[in-house]
């Protein structure tokens, strides 16, 4: 059984940086990429960014591009994602799960909320 927990979130103002973990626990997921995902008030979840296994290759939404950076992985059994120029846009829910997501492994994600 693998668990993932998302921390790092907060209050922060526009233009501000913030870094997110997401720590697994129990049976590692080998070979699988991750990803960071986010779900805003009102609207779907959506993709954030995903980083391969061995970390040697990563991929953004393009709303996020250049503001964002992944690392770690899964082979380290925690990821980060750094978040700087934060817009209010960028408020909501963060969740970290295996890209594609597995359903059984959404957890409680951690809250971003960009306001001044």
């Known amino acids: 059984q693998v668990q993932l927990v998302e921390s790092g979130g907060g209050l922060v103002q526009p233009g501000g940086s913030l870094r997110l973990s997401c720590t697994a626990s129990?049976?590692?997921?080998?070979?699988?990429?991750m990803g960071w995902f986010r779900q805003a008030p009102g609207k779907e979840r959506e993709f954030v960014a995903t980083?391969?296994?061995?970390?040697?290759?990563?991929y953004y939404a393009d709303a996020v591009k250049g503001r964002f950076t992944i690392a770690g992985g899964n082979a380290e059994h925690t990821m980060y994602l750094r978040m700087n120029s934060l817009r209010p846009e960028d408020t909501g829910v963060y969740y970290c799960?295996?890209?594609?997501?597995?359903?059984?492994?959404w957890g409680q994600g951690t809250q971003v909320t960009v306001s001044s």
């Open positions: 980083i391969s296994w061995s970390a040697d290759s990563t």
């Open positions: 799960n295996t890209n594609p997501p597995r359903s059984e492994l």
């Open positions: 129990g049976r590692t997921l080998s070979y699988y990429s």
